[in-house]
């Protein structure tokens, strides 16, 4: 999973007084089987959709918002696309890629979906069809979690749940060489009919209550606030993936912010603690964990309006999990060997760091940045740094950087 980035900048948020649920990565476990020509380009191109209803505490559903992301994949010849997956040097998405989570009264309901991309037709203008036609029980829903009918622990179900199910037919989905048309990946044979399909979407129901509760909970052991919402076709369509949500309580006022950053204290520098156990430390091994290091928790702001006093363009690496300068990406040096990952390869969020910005109790200043691999550490413990590239970072007296302050909490 890819619980630090962001689906290539599109992140379908939905801001609650001071909460936001977004979609933080996708991971393809397995490739789809659509077009044996790779006429949409090479291997899997996929792009997300959000349904997100606005439900009072009568059940109305007041507003419904459908939400289409850009097109991730191969970028050779074909524009308008973010590149994605290592299939080829200009992407194309195959097994194992991966990418990087109303007023008080009123409950958010969202749906996320991933969707292989073709030419030609498909079931998209269905699938909004069938959104507005499902309103009714998506309402009721609503009204048990408000009425405490349905336990607020379990804010996270499926259409079937419900008693609804999408099911339809698509010409040639089933043919033995595929075809090409957009689909939702985690589509199943129709028992009852051979020809036809059928799709169970997964909702997450968020109000002040709700998402209190998932901020805090781990109940999959990926991190508080991380939801993996699975996504598996039938065997013969064989596509795999896994979508990462994540809830989170938004820091300073309407910023957006990414929490869990974690200190490590052998080598000093900043890394992703939800995936701890996937990083990779230059003092060797993974970085320390959270629970042993005693870090506190720190929080980046991420894909946030541009401001003087904040420094964008940092990014975090998906081979190391550490945050370094993108701008600078080639002079990088990453842990786990060569450069940190690209930006357009790797799919991270536009990380903005408060720069040179006036003191704050709320945040911890000391960080800076290191010439040599390009990334973030802690200034005041730079001898007892290590550096990817070779012996200490590069104290800040010599690399000139500025003061970087973190949104921090104690440990």
Known sequence: MIDLLHANRVAERTCRHGRAEQCNGYWCHN???????????????????????????????QRTLDSESELMGDTWNLPNRIQAGSASDRGGIVSGDKSPLEPEQDMVIVTPTIW???????????????????????????????GKIWPVSKPIFDAVSLGIQTVGTLA???????????????????????????????????????????????????????????????????????????????????????????????????????????????????????????SGDYSLPVNAIAATDRQGGWRGCTKCLGLFYGPAVARSRCP????????????????????????DPGRQSGWRWCDKCQGMFYGPQTAASRCPAGDTHTPPAQSHSGDYGLPHQAA
């Open 31 to 61: 490739e789809t089987w659509d077009d044996a020509f790779n006429w949409d380009g090479k291997h899997d191109e996929v792009f997300l959709a959000v349904n997100t209803k606005v439900v009072g505490p009568d059940g109305a559903v």
């Open 116 to 146: 292989e991309w073709d030419p030609g037709a498909g079931f998209w203008d269905g699938w909004l069809a069938w959104q507005v036609q499902t309103d009714q029980a998506y309402g009721q829903r609503a009204k048990e979690i408000f």
């Open 172 to 294: 040639g989905l089933w043919s033995p060489l595929g075809k090409a048309q957009r689909r939702p990946i985690g589509i199943q044979r129709n028992p009852d009919d051979p020809g036809g399909f059928v799709f169970n979407p997964v909702s997450i129901a968020l109000n002040t209550e709700t998402a209190d509760y998932l901020i805090t909970s781990n109940g999959q052991g990926l991190g508080s606030g991380i939801v993996e919402l699975s996504f598996q076709d039938d065997p013969y369509l064989r596509g795999v993936y896994s979508l990462f949500v994540q809830v989170e309580r938004l820091g300073g006022g309407d910023l957006p912010t990414q929490r869990d950053w974690r200190w490590c204290d052998k080598c000093q520098g900043l890394y992703f603690g939800g995936r701890w156990t996937d990083s990779r430390c230059p003092a060797g091994d993974t970085h320390r964990p959270a629970d042993q290091s005693h």
């Open 336 to 359: 786990a060997g060569d450069t940190h990952a690209l930006p357009g390869q790797g799919g991270s969020s536009d990380y903005s760091p408060f720069h040179n910005a006036a003191a």
